[in-house]
């Protein structure tokens, strides 16, 4: 069996390719810039371009499945062209923000649903990965963190309950190399609710630092965020925590039912990347 990753420099398509390698599946991947890619030297790289489906044609002879991220504008095209190389299971992440009332007029629950919408009209077998909020989206405190031991929130007690990327590609690999995941949808959350706050001490706790949550107004926010990110998504961020301030976001439970294992912690997440924050 032959599965292609497209995503493979992400830190879900990277545990996804190190997963499958492990189960003995002969895989590749597919970047833009494929030199910049550093994967093991079993993996096929090639360059392709989602926005070019005609970039797909070396890589897609012979791919049994395809991992691929719902970051598509014109997602028919590149379907149109993994169906007829014969691609005969597609696993898509997607987000948990398509299970959400109103996602059909969300920003980012539309985006979404558009590409499972084209992925479902493909007539390919498919399987959906519906991930919350990931728990590296903390990594944008690293700079605060590193060089006033602060974290500046407008929201700090937005709960989340916050999922470790390698949950994610745990279940990608599981639905990439059997047919028990065909036609699923799995919702995939972190084992515990945090608030903003809560996630700040934890760090503080691991790196052995206590640190400070700065409060901060939207517009106070936006402008810091908007040096780092489109000013589309800063709206979408601060609106996220905005609406989780004393919500109860679900524990779905479902990384356990498919692996029989327990979700790893956000706790386990900073362990992981503990260098990000020294």
Known sequence: MTVLVV????????????????????????????????????VGVFAADMNDPA???????????????????????????????????????????????????DFNGSRFLAVERAVEESGLAYTFLRPG??????????????????????????VQAPVHEQDIADVAVVALTGDSLIGKRPVLTGPERL?????VATIGEVIGRRLSVIEQTEQESSAMLSRYVPEVWVRQIIKGWREAV?????????????TARPSRTFRTWVDDNIDLFR
């Open 7 to 42: 995503g493979a420099s992400g830190s879900v398509g990277g545990g996804v390719v190190a997963g499958l390698l492990e189960r003995g599946v002969d895989v590749r991947a597919t970047s833009r810039t494929p030199e910049k890619l550093s994967l093991p030297e079993q």
């Open 55 to 105: 970039s797909f044609a070396e890589v897609l002879e012979s791919v049994d499945r395809i991992f691929l991220y719902a970051d598509l504008a014109q997602p028919q095209a590149l379907l149109a062209a993994v169906a007829a190389a014969g691609v005969r299971h597609v696993v898509l992440l997607s987000s948990s923000s398509v299970t959400f009332p109103g996602a059909a007029e």
């Open 133 to 158: 909020g990931f728990a590296s989206n903390a990594a944008r405190w690293s700079w605060g963190i590193k060089a006033d031991g602060a974290v500046p929130l407008p929201y700090p007690e937005a």
């Open 195 to 199: 608030s903003l706050r809560e996630q």
């Open 246 to 258: 004393g919500a109860t976001p679900i524990i779905s439970g479902e990384y356990t039912q498919i």
